[in-house]
């Protein structure tokens, strides 16, 4: 099963969807690059109890 989310590039500021695998855990951790200005993004995925999904990005290093 998987879901979709969103998050805004701390470096370009643009909002980028991306889809989420629950499948992964409820809690994931990984780098992307962002597909607008190619910067690493650290995206923390959770997968909330209500159904929810939350994430957080943040600029790597």
């Known amino acids: 099963m998987q879901e979709e989310t969103q998050y805004t590039c701390p470096y370009c500021g643009e909002e980028v969807v991306i889809p989420v695998d629950v499948t992964e855990g409820e809690q ?3 780098v992307e690059d962002c597909p ?3 910067s690493p993004v650290v995206l923390r995925i959770e997968f909330n109890e209500d159904g929810s999904v939350s994430c957080e990005a943040s600029a790597e290093g």
């Open 28 to 30: 994931q951790e990984y």
């Open 36 to 38: 607008v200005c190619c």
